[in-house]
């Protein structure tokens, strides 16, 4: 078996992979670009832990891989956003690179009390190294993980011609999908919450003891609601040229006009038959994570099964939530939709 071929800076096989944080080098390793299609996150649990690496220092990195144009997902969770990016990549055209976990460093690193300075220098590097192209002329969108929604302002600034889409599935979408997804995702939205109030992106009038009291979905549907109110201050300040946003059920009920829109909007240069293969292609006909044959009526199917076995909690907790919107003078409708 042949190993990987020397590293090349310049090669966006070399992914930019890991933040050594007490080396401030980077981590690099190969990844082939049929490889990205076969994982729905560039993790290590996907890709596999025992791929040879190699390390570079952040500062050789930034002055030696200049700005390039990117397009950013934002999104929200359970909003079929792997779904877009997997439809939006084409060969030659965009390259979609799902959840890199070299973003979640800069969150872990912010987190951990690093000077502003020292969290916007390494957000540099990562999206620099990102938005390497496989091919010339192709631009790459990335989809970080949603707990880099409350650095999305940060990234957007730093690279400040590139255009992002806000994804969000509605409420009682997002909460039948925490149930869906069992015991996992109630504690992981717990998690989510706990890291959004570190980052101090929570301004919901609650306290401390608020969010201990409440039930998982409660907590669910806090943190859907902060992120709701960030994507709306994203989009109030930025405006249409570069901020977009774009409701899951829209994406779903009418992927061709979306995925026109989404193309332009993030700056693709998509012909007519580069559209009608996006929209055609495996990732409105295959589950975005196992890959198995999956449409939009089995996924309804499912969701009816779970909201049914679910109605009395969810239809409480989105009836709850609804007052803390309107409590806090927070529209539940995005501004600025992709389609309109």
């Known amino acids: 078996m042949t190993g990987p071929p020397p590293f090349d800076l310049a090669d966006a096989a070399w992914l930019a992979h890991r933040h050594i944080e007490g080396a401030d080098r980077i981590a690099f390793q ?44 934002f999104h929200s969770a359970f909003c079929g956003s792997t779904l877009l990016l997997s439809a939006l990549d084409r060969p030659g055209l965009a390259m979609g690179l799902s959840e890199p976990v070299l973003l979640n460093d800069v969150v872990g690193f912010r987190r951990r009390g690093a000077p502003p300075a020292a969290v916007a220098r390494l957000a540099d590097a990562a999206t620099r190294l990102l938005a390497r192209p496989f091919t010339p002329g192709e631009r790459v969108i990335v989809k970080p993980s949603n707990i880099l929604n409350p650095l999305a302002e940060l990234l957007l600034a730093l690279r400040s011609d590139a255009p992002a889409i806000l994804l969000h599935a509605p409420l009682e979408t997002f909460l039948v999908s925490v149930v869906r997804k069992g015991l996992w995702c109630r504690l992981w939205v717990r998690e989510l919450l706990e890291g959004f109030l570190i980052d101090q992106v929570v301004d919901l009038g609650m306290t401390a003891n608020d969010y201990f009291r409440q039930s998982d979905l409660q907590v669910a549907a806090t943190g859907w609601l902060a992120q709701h109110a960030l994507f709306h201050r994203l989009a109030g300040k930025l405006g249409p040229a570069r901020v977009r946003t774009l409701d899951s059920e829209v994406l779903t009920g009418d992927p061709a006009a979306v995925l026109a829109a989404a193309a332009a909007h993030l700056g693709l240069a998509a012909s007519a038959d580069d559209l009608a293969a996006m929209a055609a292609g495996p990732a ?36 709850w939530a609804q007052a803390v919107a309107k409590a806090n003078g927070l529209p539940l409708d995005l501004p600025l939709p992709l389609l309109g």
Do not use: N
């Open 30 to 73: 190969h990844v082939a670009r049929a490889e990205h299609r076969t994982a729905p996150f560039l993790t290590d649990e996907y890709l596999g832990a025992d791929r040879p690496r190699r390390e570079l220092g952040v500062a050789e990195c930034l002055g030696e891989v200049p700005p390039r144009p990117m397009g950013f997902i």
């Open 284 to 319: 409105f006909t295959r589950h975005s994570k196992s890959g198995a044959a999956f449409d939009t009526v089995q996924r309804a199917a499912e969701y009816a099964d779970a909201r049914r076995a679910h109605e009395d909690e969810i239809g409480k907790v989105v009836i």
